[in-house]
């Protein structure tokens, strides 16, 4: 039995690794197309990673080291909670939200903690704004989440999808489309795609948070991210899509993604307190005018 946990969470893991990197490649490839230019291979990010971790890495502490490594953990470990498809790492857990967004905490300020350590003034900066900014997309998607689980009366994953089985007018996408288009308001901040990249900013603070990793460090931050595209993209399908087969449930991931990056390509940054004030009026009034919708006609 404990081998075959095992075995199951290296095939969750290595998935979410391996469709996050691309998923990252594709997305080059379509923002290229989007602003006419050109865009290297879409396996450029599995080029990357390989490169970076064959390269000399500079630590400026053991906190920085844990951090990094507890980032990148935390996100690991909420993707084996994600149904992914008709697969569940752990099938008596059937996804459950509550201890998703717990997890999905772990890893932003595991990474928040590893590159405070670094010294480096720009690190923090961006490490303010991205926690400035979570606090703001976290509210919409929060309220998100309580909506479905009242009207699934479960916060399990699972019972969500087989709600929306049978037809496409199933899905909670039509059942609740004010909710739906907060919830995707919150992903494109919750990915740190434009207009909420802030916190990254190249021309303003030198990669922001990202600033003082090299090699390996770097590498990992790039898993991270990888793996955090797969479970953001995984957990909106999962909720509003129907889940799927696991071919469809990586095609509607893809669709996911690359519906940010469209936003991304066509939008100014945000400042991030204009970001912060624009994730507690817009999106949240979606999602809390979708809920107040709910509770009047149940």
């Known amino acids: 039995m404990m081998n075959n946990y095992i075995v199951r ?4 893991s290595l998935t979410s690794i391996i469709l996050g990197l691309l998923y990252m ?8 197309r989007i602003r006419r230019c050109y865009a290297g291979p879409f396996y450029q990010s599995f080029i990357d990673v390989i490169k970076l971790f064959s390269k000399h890495s500079i630590s400026h502490h053991w906190i920085m ?30 996804g459950n939200l509550i201890i998703i967004m717990y997890f999905m905490t772990i890893g932003y300020l595991g990474m928040a903690m590893g590159v405070s350590a670094s010294g480096n003034p720009n690190s923090p900066i961006g ?17 998100a989440v309580i ?12 019972n969500i999808i087989q709600t929306q089985q049978g037809s496409i007018y199933n899905w909670n996408l039509l059942k609740y489309p004010f909710a739906f288009i907060g919830t995707i308001i919150a992903l494109q901040g919750m990915l740190g795609e434009q207009p909420f990249d802030a916190m990254i900013a190249p021309a303003e603070i030198a990669s922001g948070p990202m600033v003082e990793l090299s090699g390996k460090f770097l590498g990992f931050g790039f898993l991270q991210h990888a793996s955090q595209i797969f ?10 899509l129907g889940g799927g087969t696991i071919i469809g449930f990586f095609t509607k991931q893809l669709f996911l993604y690359l519906l940010t990056l469209s936003i991304a390509s066509v939008f100014p940054r945000f400042r991030f307190e204009d970001g912060v004030k624009f994730f507690w009026t817009i999106p949240t009034s979606f999602v809390l005018f979708q809920l107040i919708l709910f509770l009047i006609k149940r």
């Open 65 to 94: 080291d844990f951090g990094i490594m507890m980032g990148f953990s935390g996100i690991i470990a909420t993707v084996i909670f994600l149904p992914i498809g008709n697969f569940y790492v752990f099938p008596d857990m059937k």
């Open 231 to 240: 479970l953001e993209t995984g957990i909106i399908t999962a909720m509003f």
């Open 127 to 143: 490490i303010g704004r991205a926690l400035a900014l979570m606090i703001g997309y976290e509210i919409p998607f929060a309220l």
């Open 147 to 158: 909506l479905l689980i009242f009207a699934n009366g479960s916060s399990l994953l699972y």
């Open 9 to 12: 969470f290296l095939i969750g």
């Open 25 to 32: 490649g594709i997305g080059r490839k379509f923002i290229a």
